[in-house]
């Protein structure tokens, strides 16, 4: 027996080489249906939405505690053919094909759906995925028949939150730390560095300049080492759970006993390490640069610097795909009888929502905020 549906996808068009898009980007994209026979579709839409959701489990005892969250950025959608039963939402939108409505009764064959959305231009943090939770942004087409099982089709669209560094200050703050130690009785003496940091935010592939003034006063020669690591941060129910990972080490030159030096390193960012993520309520994508100076037979002073990783620039195409802009009514717009490059006006800010169980106060910095025990990896 032939399935009534042979076939329902949803596809959209790059607009640049690694397939991101970002904040007032239009996708277009269409839902193509190949049908086996004649059958009758109730409704056709096509939802866009981004959101954030952790989810972990703990064991305590003989009891399991689940913890999720989730945080929803915006939800809309777009009906090519709409159930006569529905009620009309100001937020839904009835795609037609030349201002008139695709019919409901679908003839063997491939169908074509085009559409077309628009990134809002809030605040959205990037696409990530990580032990415990995620950040996605997504298309699914539904296609609902009476009587039966809704089929559903989804895809993902890989978003890159834009951050112009020179905007924000607190990016550009240079950062300076200093630390001494007095050796133990396998080594004496003592040692001292004192660390500076040009500013605070860096984009992938960027070098990271390091300088320090390195004090040996110790028997023993020191090597400066400098470790690049993450952290990833995931609240929910007032609970946090925490992941870190290593991303780089380098080693610096000897400084021999009885000897000082300045020393200037330049770390390169690697370009396929993910941006940090400081503006969702409910996961943090931190950085840090830890520098410390290895010393044989005792531990190893040292310095950790919050480290704020923004993607690297991406150049757009100035035209949109094949696309027509009047294929769908886009996500936020009313359609401009003379539209610019786009077809579209510029959209207003929408306000993301609040989680309902916000994660434990940071502090006073409202993008970087210190976590008062980010020191300890474990």
């Not at 995925?129 to 028949?145: F, P």
């Not at 759970?241 to 991303?247: C, E, F, P």
């Not at 610096?252 to 300045?262: C, L, N, V």
């Not at 510029?346 to 970087?368: F, H, K, R, V, W």
């Amino acid at each position: 027996m032939l399935s009534t549906i042979k076939r329902l996808e949803v596809i959209y068009n790059s607009i640049n080489d690694s397939n991101t898009f970002t904040n007032g980007d239009v996708i277009y994209g269409e839902v193509r249906l190949e049908a086996e026979k004649d059958f009758q579709i109730e409704s056709l839409l096509i939802k866009f939405k981004g959101k954030a959701e952790v989810l972990w489990t703990e064991r305590h005892g003989q009891t399991t505690h689940v913890y999720h969250a989730k945080d929803k950025y915006f939800s809309v959608r777009s009906y090519f053919i709409r159930d006569k039963n529905s009620k009309k939402d100001d937020r839904q939108t009835l795609v037609t094909d030349n201002l008139q409505t695709y019919s409901s009764v679908v003839a063997p064959g491939i169908h074509v759906y085009p559409f077309s959305f628009q990134f809002p231009f809030q605040d959205l943090p990037s696409s990530f995925k990580g032990a415990d939770g995620k950040i996605v942004y997504s298309l699914e087409a539904v296609l609902s028949r009476s009587m039966r099982m809704n089929t559903k089709r989804s895809t993902m669209v890989n978003f890159v939150s834009t951050t112009n560094v020179n905007s924000i200050s607190w990016l550009q703050t240079p950062l300076h730390d200093s630390k001494d130690k007095k050796m133990n009785i396998f080594t004496s003496g003592s040692v001292a560095m004192d660390v500076d940091l040009e500013k605070m935010g860096f984009r992938q592939g960027e070098g990271l300049k390091v300088v320090a003034f390195i004090k040996n006063s110790s028997s023993r020669e020191i090597k400066p080492k400098y470790c690049l690591y993450r952290k990833h941060s995931f609240f929910a129910r007032g609970k946090r759970r925490v992941h870190t990972k290593d991303l780089l080490k380098e080693v610096g030159d000897a400084i021999p006993p009885s000897a000082e030096e300045a020393v200037t390193r330049v770390i390169t960012i690697p370009r396929d390490v993910e941006p940090s993520i400081l503006n969702c309520n409910i996961i943090k994508a931190e950085h840090r640069l830890r520098v410390y100076l290895d010393v044989k037979y005792a531990s190893d002073p040292e310095i950790k610097f919050p480290v704020a990783i923004l993607p690297a620039f991406q150049a757009y195409p100035a035209v949109p795909p094949h696309y027509p802009a009047a294929a769908a009514t886009p996500f936020g717009f009313n359609p401009n009888p003379n539209p610019p490059v786009w077809g579209f006006e510029p959209q207003q800010p929408i306000a993301a929502p609040q989680p309902s169980d916000p994660p434990p106060p940071y502090g006073a910095y409202a993008m970087y905020p210190p976590l008062p025990d980010f020191e300890n990896k474990s």
